[in-house]
């Protein structure tokens, strides 16, 4: 059976073409996550993650009384997004870029949840909740225990940290007295400041950025001004790691030393950010996976700091994933022509393939739970809302402390090339909201730790010539992600896709490109050559040609 088109409604001087799909039982009921039915009876929607044989996004929420309720009985969040092998590949036709305005994607207003539903909701996200903060508690108790052991002999035999000449430690740890859940706080204090932003993506949500201001710098000839850099966070991140390391920050340092005009991004959810229909108490805020981060949040944050920097193109940093999403967003049946708009694409702990810690506990027994069981433990809300309800209200040294054992335990991250004084401002933004169903992706029965990569891997190419000059930079301490087999892929299967660099930095883990006290020397100049190896000459510098898009390669 094939889905009839479903043509949006757009104004008299708009067109866009037909977005279809069909989910695994044939039906389907919402349009870019909104209510629709057709006029035969027929429910549709779009491919929000479109092939080739990537995940086919089914309906998030099935209302009473449609033909999808009717079929399965599971309500709220019956299904989620991920990967089914056994679906047949089907293509999206994605509309024109830059994104139009929400209105034109909304034929029907959002229809609001019944009191039932609301009721049916708080009696199972309470269970969920007493269930999930007993399993972070037994994680934490088994973390605490096993950090213990490990610093034992730290502790009978405390190992002397490196100083180094250009850390002025007096006066950080009085500043530090003061910690701060605002990223403009530490912009100050080395004087500079952030400038909230707001952007809407597609399909609704608000996403917040923020853009880094030096009040020293000058425009170019053109009246520009410097090259427009966009940094991404990583998973259970945001923003503000980018900003604690004071002048060595790396958003700061890209700034204040080299001249760029950074912007921070914000994947959806974080620094309490909303939505165009839906509250944050509402199931379908929280829908949505590193397919929907890759489809939406990716294209409207490049969009939005092309819009207001006037270059056609930006150099893109990503860590984790921040990269993921954007190796996602770029493959064939995704946004590849969004490669079009990135000078250059530094991926800083490539989140393809996992790595070796993906095998251990608590990976293995959470790649066990299907989505019905899984929802039943976690909710269909943000993930184990105890850490955000702890991140509110926890005195930040005490949480910094059980942020990092935690997340130590769980990815092996140590601060052997930490400030430790900076280790409560790091934690101070880790970890912040994610979705339920995300984590289910990256954790769960047939996700990216049971499956070991983001993308079919079975596949002859991902991308093609759109792709941007990509530099990889990875850590010899790194044990989530695996870069290896992506390099084998690049070499071997993706023949369009230039490499500029691959570094491996072996004493580096997983965060230590912008976290290690030596950042500045370990990795930051080598992302400055990336970056002025392929952006467009100033109108002052010699190479100089009118269309920036035919940069001089150095």
Not at 158 to 187: G, L
Not at 322 to 349: E, Q
Request: net charge neutral.
């Amino acid at each position: 059976m094939t889905s009839t088109p479903v043509q949006r409604v757009v104004p008299p001087a708009e067109t866009k073409t037909p977005e279809y799909a069909l989910d695994d039982e044939g039906l389907s009921n919402s349009v870019n996550g909104y209510p629709y039915t057709n006029g035969n009876g027929r429910e549709n929607v779009p491919l929000l993650a479109p092939m080739p044989r990537l995940a086919v996004p089914v309906a998030p929420l099935s209302r009473p009384g449609t033909a999808a309720s009717d079929r399965s009985g599971r309500g709220i969040l019956r299904r989620i997004f991920i990967d089914r092998i056994g679906t047949p590949s089907q293509h999206l036709l994605r509309p024109t870029f830059p994104p139009v305005s929400l209105t034109t994607y909304s034929p029907v207003p959002v229809t609001p949840m019944s009191r039932w539903e609301w009721v049916r909701l708080a009696v199972r996200q309470t269970f969920s909740f007493v269930v999930s903060t007993f399993f972070l508690a037994c994680v934490t108790m088994w973390a605490f225990g096993a950090e213990a052991i490990m610093l034992l002999p730290t502790w009978l035999n405390p190992p002397v940290k490196p100083t180094y000449d250009w850390d002025d430690d007096e006066h950080w740890r009085k500043a530090d007295a003061t910690v701060s859940k605002e990223p403009q706080f530490y912009a100050r204090q080395i004087g500079m400041d952030i400038e909230n932003q707001t952007v809407e993506t597609e399909d609704g949500f608000h996403l917040r950025m923020h853009r880094v201001i030096d009040p020293e710098a000058r425009p170019h000839a053109d009246g520009r001004g410097g090259f427009p850099v966009l940094i991404l966070h990583g998973l259970f991140q945001s923003s503000g790691s980018f900003v604690t390391s004071e002048e060595r920050s790396l958003a700061f340092w890209l700034a204040k030393k080299k001249g760029y005009q950074v912007y921070l991004g914000n994947t959806r959810g974080v620094f309490d950010m909303g939505h165009h229909s839906y509250s944050r108490s509402d199931p379908r805020f929280w829908d949505w996976t590193i397919r929907d981060l890759a489809m939406y949040d990716l294209p409207a944050m490049v969009d939005h700091v092309c819009k207001e920097t006037g270059y056609d193109k930006i150099a893109f940093i990503g860590h984790s994933q921040g990269n993921g999403l954007t190796f996602i967003s770029l493959s064939l049946g995704m946004v590849p022509n969004l490669g079009k708009k990135l000078s250059v694409f530094i991926a800083l702990a490539p989140a393809v393939y996992a790595g070796p810690l993906t095998h251990g506990f608590p990976f293995t027994t959470l790649n066990r739970l299907e989505w019905p069981a899984w929802r039943r433990i976690f909710g269909v809300l943000d993930f184990i809302p105890l850490m955000r309800w702890a991140y509110d209200y926890c005195p930040p040294r005490i949480f910094a402390t059980m942020g990092y054992i935690m997340f130590a335990f769980l990815f092996q991250w140590t601060d052997a090339n930490w400030l430790l004084r900076r280790k409560t401002k790091m934690f101070r933004f880790t970890p912040t909201p994610v979705s339920s169903a995300s984590i289910f992706w990256w954790c769960g029965k047939g996700g990216f730790a049971d499956r070991k990569c983001t993308l079919d891997d079975s596949l002859e190419r991902w991308y093609d010539e759109r792709f941007p000059p990509l530099s990889i930079y990875y850590g010899g301490r790194d044990y989530l992600v695996l870069c290896e087999p992506l390099l084998e892929r690049l070499k071997h299967k993706e023949k369009d896709v230039r490499v500029l660099k691959v570094t491996k930095l072996d004493l580096s883990e997983h965060c230590d490109f912008y976290w290690a006290a030596e950042a500045v020397e370990w990795a930051y100049d080598s992302f400055v050559d990336d970056i002025e190896r392929t952006r467009p000459r100033y109108p002052e510098e010699e190479g100089y040609v009118e269309n920036e898009n035919e940069h001089v390669d150095l």
